[in-house]
């Protein structure tokens, strides 16, 4: 069975609606987070691609993430469509960490060129700017940045990592082709954005889709958790169902989820979300009944 698909919006791209997420490839770092091995990338990524996920996110600061797609995936690059990041800085050769940005032309022209060359590509499908604010995006220019490197064709579209309160007036200036923005049953307040930024045509690229996974079995934090107790969503669960696909499943029901990227490292939890995903959205009386459930237990949208 394939995967189900989207258009991304405006882009035109037919993405799988499971993407993964490479941060999980970035490598050591230096506060925590799991290491990766070379052995760990090559089989992950490969395994991604044969799975039929067609849709990678990463980024400039994700440590080795792009230097190991490049190594892995670079004979494969018709099979998927690529996106990273910018403004980013490397303040630590080789780990991603909460390191600042550097809103300017030229680091934005520095991470496009790195990004390309360590992923052994000469484009990327989308360019994402990565969580500036409103005041600095406008300041610097940095849409005209993206702008000029569309038009050179090294990026094929253009979009912005983002979070309330900037998200909103990013939507209204209808410049952005896609929006990267999280969402799930236990982080729903930008569920209303979503649809409004879909409905002006752009794609959405959904993280944190699985709040991590639950604690115990994923990186998942325990207080974040405790709204999926509270609203009871237990009672909802199919016979075998775990509390994550239940997640996942949610996000994918959003009518406006075009794609949410997952990451993990392990071959038997990608088998795992691949077959979620091929079960696809929860029936509408289940998903309407778990917001209904989550609301009342304070997990609302803004």
Same mark, same amino acid.
């Given at each position: 069975?394939? @995967?189900?698909?989207?258009? +991304?919006?405006?882009?035109?791209?037919?993405?799988?609606?499971?993407?993964?997420?490479?941060?999980?490839?970035? &490598?050591?770092?230096?506060?925590?987070? *799991?290491?990766?091995?070379?052995?760990?990338?090559?089989?992950? @990524?490969?395994?991604? /691609?044969?799975?039929?996920?067609?849709?990678?996110?990463?980024?400039?600061?994700?440590?080795?993430?792009?230097?190991?797609?490049?190594?892995?995936?670079?004979? *494969?690059?018709?099979?998927?469509?690529? #996106?990273?990041?910018?403004?980013?800085?490397?303040?630590?050769?080789?780990?991603?960490?909460?390191?600042?940005?550097?809103?300017?032309?030229?680091?934005?022209?520095?991470?496009?060129?790195?990004? %390309?060359?360590?992923?052994?590509?000469?484009?990327?499908?989308?360019?994402? %700017?990565?969580?500036?604010? /409103?005041?600095?995006?406008?300041?610097?220019?940095?849409?005209?940045?993206?702008?000029?490197?569309?038009?050179?064709?090294?990026?094929?579209?253009?979009?912005?990592?983002?979070?309330?309160?900037?998200?909103?007036?990013?939507?209204?200036?209808?410049?952005?082709?896609?929006?990267?923005?999280?969402?799930?049953?236990?982080?729903?307040?930008?569920?209303? %954005?979503?649809?409004?930024?879909?409905?002006?045509?752009?794609?959405?690229?959904?993280?944190?889709?699985?709040? *991590?996974?639950?604690?115990?079995?994923?990186?998942?934090?325990?207080?974040?958790?405790? #709204?999926?107790?509270?609203?009871?969503?237990?009672?909802?669960?199919?016979?075998?169902?775990?509390?994550? #696909?239940? @997640?996942?499943?949610?996000? @994918?029901?959003?009518?406006?989820?075009?794609?949410?990227?997952? &990451?993990?490292?392990?071959?038997?939890?990608?088998?795992?979300?691949?077959?979620?995903?091929?079960?696809?959205? %929860?029936?509408?009386? /289940?998903?309407?009944?778990?917001?209904? *459930? +989550?609301?009342?237990?304070?997990?609302?949208?803004?």
């Amino acid at each position: 069975m394939s @995967l189900p698909k989207k258009t +991304l919006g405006r882009t035109g791209l037919e993405v799988t609606q499971l993407g993964y997420g490479a941060m999980e490839v970035r &490598g050591k770092r230096i506060w925590g987070g *799991r290491p990766c091995t070379d052995e760990q990338a090559d089989t992950i @990524l490969n395994a991604v /691609v044969d799975a039929g996920i067609n849709f990678i996110d990463t980024a400039n600061d994700y440590g080795k993430s792009e230097m190991y797609i490049g190594q892995f995936l670079a004979d *494969r690059r018709d099979e998927y469509y690529l #996106a990273t990041k910018c403004g980013c800085h490397m303040q630590f050769a080789g780990d991603h960490d909460e390191t600042p940005h550097i809103w300017t032309r030229e680091n934005i022209m520095r991470n496009i060129s790195d990004s %390309l060359m360590k992923m052994r590509t000469d484009y990327v499908d989308v360019l994402q %700017l990565h969580n500036p604010d /409103v005041a600095t995006t406008e300041q610097n220019g940095l849409v005209d940045v993206l702008t000029e490197l569309k038009q050179s064709g090294v990026v094929r579209h253009i979009g912005c990592s983002s979070t309330s309160p900037h998200l909103a007036t990013y939507i209204d200036w209808g410049v952005f082709d896609v929006f990267q923005i999280p969402y799930s049953a236990l982080e729903r307040r930008h569920e209303n %954005l979503i649809t409004r930024a879909a409905e002006a045509g752009a794609g959405i690229i959904i993280r944190g889709g699985v709040a *991590r996974g639950e604690p115990g079995s994923g990186l998942g934090n325990q207080d974040r958790w405790t #709204a999926f107790e509270k609203a009871k969503l237990d009672e909802l669960l199919e016979p075998g169902e775990s509390r994550t #696909a239940f @997640l996942l499943r949610f996000t @994918l029901s959003h009518p406006h989820c075009h794609t949410t990227i997952v &990451g993990t490292l392990s071959p038997d939890h990608l088998r795992e979300n691949v077959a979620i995903a091929q079960a696809g959205a %929860l029936p509408a009386d /289940v998903y309407a009944e778990a917001k209904k *459930r +989550l609301d009342a237990a304070g997990e609302s949208p803004e």
